[in-house]
């Protein structure tokens, strides 16, 4: 089915961060878009504001009758959407057109110019921070983005500009459906081993990803990957770190709660670059933004304004509580580089205040297969709580628990074990001085009134 010919759009798990922005893309379109999810959350009750119609059972009886022609409804549905699902089970036996969601964003990367951010880590920050660049700049750009971006309350930017700007996931291989003009590679840490059982299976995914680049356009990489490229004939290669690379950081100063550095480029070397999130590991994801944003056309100034207004991504390094007596802080990171890169950030900016973790795990098998690493990351914080770990679309396995990761903390790291029921309590019989809610889960739903406990002490 053409894009031009749609009339409306059904999502089967409409309330997921991916999914909620190509909805909003398509009421953006005027259609009619409606949906269905497991569990109501404030994305879908905002989805439902925005004039999306959302439910909650499986039930075909509450799929609108616009959405019931499949000559003129698309379907799209996210990888977590079991088989057995009863109203994804009635759209394939009624001959409806069905995509998944990367399915969509390939399409949209086929007539458009596509800027790409994939990853292990690292991929939603450098996205949204790219895409804030090129929205504020003279070329502009539409943007399908993993997070919230805090400048915009929303994770999707229209615009006419040529270019869209896209969180290109590697989970099932989705982003094996996108067709790049440029595309940034951040890390290729092995991760989704449920998904591609081993680490060598990881990284052919994304070499096969890089080959998916078109002639003219650029890859931007990370030095010192293990991913070996393929890139089409005519693609320029580029390689990036912190301080090292064709594009790079220099003249780093953090101090007094500001960061500011040079971004040292082949095409300009731009001065006097102040982050607007202060966060150490922003100057790395800033360096792959401004070259993949400098390589489309935009000029020193702007990505020195791009740079300096970036207010940062929900649920990534976002700061709640930031006083001298206490700061209160949710991140996403939830594989063991992100947790170490999350936990180094903290305590460069926080060296000697008493840093605790409230950590919930995701998944089971990244459990069984990372808990090590787990709790080497962890083990640079002075206490760590764990929470049990939460299944997201998995069942348990037996054995597997957040003890593994709590007996493997080093010595010398204060550790508790609860259960998330008990993580409000917790908050308010212990004192804190920087806390950091960790993790991909729903402990993040907990964040707003552990920041109310928090101010009421302050009081």
């Not at 800033?286 to 020193?300: D, I, N, R």
């Amino acid at each position: 089915m053409e894009l031009k010919d749609i009339k409306a759009v059904y999502f089967l798990g409409a309330g997921g961060i991916g999914m909620s922005a190509i909805a909003r893309y398509f009421m953006h379109k005027g259609l009619v878009v409606a949906g269905y999810d497991k569990t109501a959350t404030p994305l879908t009750g905002q989805l439902t504001q925005e004039g999306m119609s959302i439910h909650y059972a499986e039930d075909l009886t509450l799929i609108p009758e616009p959405c019931k022609n499949p000559e003129e409804c698309l379907v799209i549905y996210t990888p977590a959407i079991p088989d057995d699902n009863r109203e994804l089970q009635y759209f394939r036996e009624h001959g409806f057109d069905i995509q998944k969601r990367a399915q969509v964003l390939g399409t949209l990367t086929r007539t458009h110019r596509g800027l790409c951010v994939a990853g292990t880590h690292g991929k939603t920050t450098t996205s949204t921070m790219c895409a804030h660049i090129m929205h504020q700049s003279s070329a502009d750009c539409n943007a399908f983005l993993g997070g919230i971006s805090k400048n915009y309350h929303t994770n999707y930017i229209l615009s006419q500009s040529d270019y869209v700007v896209i969180e290109a996931d590697e989970f099932d291989r989705s982003f094996h459906w996108l067709r790049p003009w440029m595309s940034v590679i951040t890390a290729t840490d092995a991760d989704h081993l449920d998904i591609y059982g081993t680490k060598e299976a990881y990284l052919e995914s994304f070499a096969h990803y890089s080959s998916l680049i078109q002639p003219g356009g650029a890859l931007i990489i990370h030095r010192g990957l293990e991913m070996q490229e393929r890139l089409q004939p005519g693609v320029r290669r580029y390689d990036y770190s912190l301080d090292k690379g064709d594009f790079h950081a220099e003249n780093i100063v953090i101090e007094n709660g500001e960061i500011t550095f040079d971004f040292v480029s082949p095409i300009e070397r731009v001065n006097n670059i102040r982050l607007g999130q202060p966060v150490p590991i922003n100057i790395e994801n800033g360096v792959a933004a401004m070259a993949m944003a400098q390589l489309s056309g935009c000029t020193a100034d702007e990505l020195r304004r791009g740079m300096s207004t970036f207010q940062g991504v929900d649920r990534r390094f976002d700061f709640k509580i930031k006083t001298d007596k206490t700061v209160l802080l949710s991140d996403y990171a939830h594989h063991p580089q992100e947790i170490f890169q999350s936990a180094s950030s903290i305590r460069q900016l926080y060296r000697n205040r008493k840093i605790t973790a409230i950590f919930q795990p995701h998944l089971y098998t990244r459990t069984r297969d990372f808990y090590k690493e787990f709790a080497n990351s962890l083990s640079q914080l002075d206490r760590v709580v764990l929470c049990d770990i939460y299944p997201a679309r998995e069942e348990p396995i037996p054995g597997v628990t957040s003890q593994l990761i709590y007996d493997q903390l080093k010595s010398g790291v204060e550790k508790e074990m609860i259960r998330k029921e008990e993580v409000l309590d917790y908050v308010r019989t212990h004192s804190f001085d920087v806390l950091v809610i960790l993790g991909a889960g729903d402990l993040d739903n907990m964040v707003p009134e552990i920041q109310q406990i928090l101010e009421d002490k302050m009081k």
